[in-house]
């Protein structure tokens, strides 16, 4: 059965980083795009990055930029977004999601959604 797993997630202090990796399962993830999005429970879902099936294409959020990278092995089948300097507004549930068209999922287009790992940021 296809699916996405992320893990990574924890707590840190601010100015801290942390490591998210997607791993897929069932299917090849070298064939679609691979993007990232937050949650904070009650408040819309945020697009955070997201990365072309070749690797040569990524797109960021502006409150991101500059701190988040995103990259992939697909030897591995695997996704992932480095998270440097954290802030207390990064605090989120943070989900990875997979589609065939590296625009449209970045806007939420997806064929594959993960179940989410949480982010705490705090002193």
């Known amino acids: 059965q296809p699916q996405l797993v992320e893990s990574g997630g924890g707590l840190v202090q601010p100015g801290g980083s942390l490591r998210l990796s997607c791993a897929a399962s069932?299917?090849?993830?070298?064939?679609?795009?691979v993007a990232w999005f937050r949650q904070v429970p009650g408040e819309p879902r945020e697009s955070v990055s997201c990365i072309s099936m070749s690797g040569t294409s990524t797109l960021y959020a502006d409150s991101v930029k500059g701190r988040f990278t995103t990259s992939r092995d697909n030897a591995l089948n695997t996704v992932y977004l480095e998270m440097n300097n954290l802030k207390p507004d990064d605090a989120a549930i943070y989900y990875c999601?997979?589609?065939?068209?590296?625009?449209?999922?970045?806007?939420?287009?997806?064929?594959?959604w993960g179940k989410g790992t949480q982010v705490t940021v705090s002193s």
């Open positions: 999601a997979a589609g065939p068209s590296f625009k449209r999922l970045y806007g939420g287009d997806y064929t594959y």
């Open positions: 069932g299917f090849s993830l070298n064939t679609y795009a």
